[in-house]
Structures are given as structure tokens and as C-alpha cells.
């Protein structure tokens, strides 16, 4: 018996066009991210982007005083750095503001206007704090009482900056400075003791 062969008429074998279309614009598009991203790449690699950041470079307890209402009083000096360590874009500070605490307590607010770096250059924020007379309780009076005994005083210094800066043809980046870390003292000498302060990656 013979076997029947099956034809395909050349409707059923032709693709469709929009199928076509499909598949071109597809590879195009994968074509384009690829030779988006070694253009990335290979920007990255000449520019070298550095990151901005703001550190803690010295500091200065000028005076402290507490009396037996347990009232205090201070001055603190503090060096603040901004450093932008990019050979081919300025950087852009704003919102700078940071907080200084003893024992839990705030006794002053560091601020900044909004200022710019520029290329492979720094700027300086010498911050001289003095405080109005703060009341404290207690266990926040004792507590200071014993640093002064010690001759060692913490304080706690937190806060940020916002950043901004071009990477070439690459775009903006927008980045958070962020600062949180201990000041430590002689109160003896109001020397400080050098620690690390920084918003750099470790």
C-alpha cells in the first residue's frame, strides 16, 4: 500500500513579516546595549571617577566647665574637610550639617552653605563651637564629671553633606556624605586624640 506524503503549501512555511521586525529590532537593541555598556566600561577605565568625601582632619577642645547645678559649658574647634580627588570634574556640596553630642545631649549644630570643589582640590571648614549653657541631669552631670577625672571626654559627631558631581559624557552622580563617629579629648590640654572621621570607604 503506498504511504500518502504530506505537502506544506509555501503559506504555511513563510514567517510573517512582523515577525521579522520583531527579531530585528531585538538584535538591534542587544547590539546597542552591549556597545552601551563598553562605552561605559571604557569611560570608567580613562576617567577614573573618584568618589568625594568629607573627613574630620583635626580638632580642639577649648574650653569645658561644669558647675555644681550641673550646668555646662564648651567650645569645640573642628576641622572639616571636603576633598575631591577627581582630575577632571568639580564636586558640589550641599545640605552640610552635622550634630554634636555629649553624653546623648546635642550642644551645637555644624552647617554649611552649599560651595563647590574643584578639580583634585579641597575645601576647609574650621568650625568654632561654643555652646550656650546646657543643663543637664544628673547621670549626664556625673558622667561628665568622671570624663574630666579621666581626662578623657567623647563626644558624638553625626551628620551628612549631599554631593554632586559629572563623570565626563557618563552623567550626574548624586551621592550622601555621611559622618558618624567619636571625638575623643585630653580636657587637661583640650588636646584631641586622632581617630578616623570620614565618609571614604574603608
Given at each position: 500500500?503506498?504511504?500518502?506524503s504530506k505537502?506544506?503549501?509555501?503559506?504555511?512555511?513563510?514567517?510573517?513579516?512582523?515577525?521579522?521586525?520583531?527579531?530585528?529590532?531585538?538584535?538591534?537593541?542587544?547590539?546597542?546595549?552591549?556597545?552601551?555598556?563598553?562605552?561605559?566600561?571604557?569611560?570608567?577605565?580613562?576617567?577614573?571617577?573618584?568618589?568625594?568625601?568629607?573627613?574630620?582632619?583635626?580638632?580642639?577642645?577649648?574650653?569645658?566647665?561644669?558647675?555644681?547645678?550641673?550646668?555646662?559649658?564648651?567650645?569645640?574647634?573642628?576641622?572639616?574637610?571636603?576633598?575631591?580627588?577627581?582630575?577632571?570634574?568639580?564636586?558640589?556640596?550641599?545640605?552640610?550639617?552635622?550634630?554634636?553630642?555629649?553624653?546623648?545631649?546635642?550642644?551645637?549644630?555644624?552647617?554649611?552653605?552649599?560651595?563647590e570643589v574643584?578639580?583634585?582640590?579641597?575645601?576647609?571648614?574650621?568650625?568654632?563651637?561654643?555652646?550656650?549653657?546646657?543643663?543637664?541631669?544628673?547621670?549626664?552631670?556625673?558622667?561628665?564629671?568622671?570624663?574630666?577625672?579621666?581626662?578623657?571626654?567623647?563626644?558624638d559627631l553625626?551628620?551628612?553633606?549631599?554631593?554632586?558631581?559629572?563623570?565626563?559624557?557618563?552623567?550626574?552622580?548624586?551621592?550622601?556624605?555621611?559622618?558618624?563617629?567619636?571625638?575623643?579629648?585630653?580636657?587637661?590640654?583640650?588636646?584631641?586624640?586622632?581617630?578616623?572621621?570620614?565618609?571614604?570607604?574603608?
Open positions: 500500500m503506498a504511504s500518502k505537502f506544506s503549501t509555501s503559506r504555511e512555511r513563510a514567517t510573517h513579516p512582523l515577525v521579522w521586525c520583531g527579531a530585528i529590532i531585538c538584535t538591534i537593541l542587544t547590539i546597542a546595549v552591549i556597545i552601551g555598556g563598553i562605552v561605559t566600561f571604557i569611560g570608567y577605565l580613562v576617567i577614573h571617577p573618584r568618589v568625594p568625601y568629607v573627613s574630620v582632619m583635626d580638632a580642639h577642645l577649648d574650653h569645658i566647665q561644669i558647675d555644681y547645678a550641673g550646668i555646662l559649658e564648651i567650645q569645640v574647634t573642628i576641622l572639616i574637610r571636603a576633598q575631591n580627588g577627581n582630575e577632571k570634574a568639580h564636586a558640589s556640596f550641599s545640605d552640610s550639617s552635622y550634630s554634636l553630642s555629649l553624653n546623648r545631649e546635642v550642644v551645637a549644630q555644624l552647617v554649611a552653605p552649599p560651595f574643584g578639580k583634585n582640590s579641597s575645601v576647609d571648614f574650621n568650625y568654632v563651637v561654643p555652646s550656650s549653657p546646657i543643663p543637664l541631669r544628673p547621670d549626664q552631670a556625673e558622667d561628665v564629671d568622671a570624663g574630666l577625672k579621666k581626662d578623657l571626654i567623647i563626644f553625626k551628620g551628612s553633606s549631599r554631593v554632586r558631581w559629572r563623570i565626563g559624557s557618563l552623567g550626574s552622580v548624586r551621592y550622601l556624605c555621611r559622618l558618624d563617629c567619636q571625638l575623643r579629648f585630653h580636657p587637661l590640654n583640650g588636646t584631641y586624640i586622632p581617630s578616623r572621621c570620614s565618609s571614604k570607604a574603608k
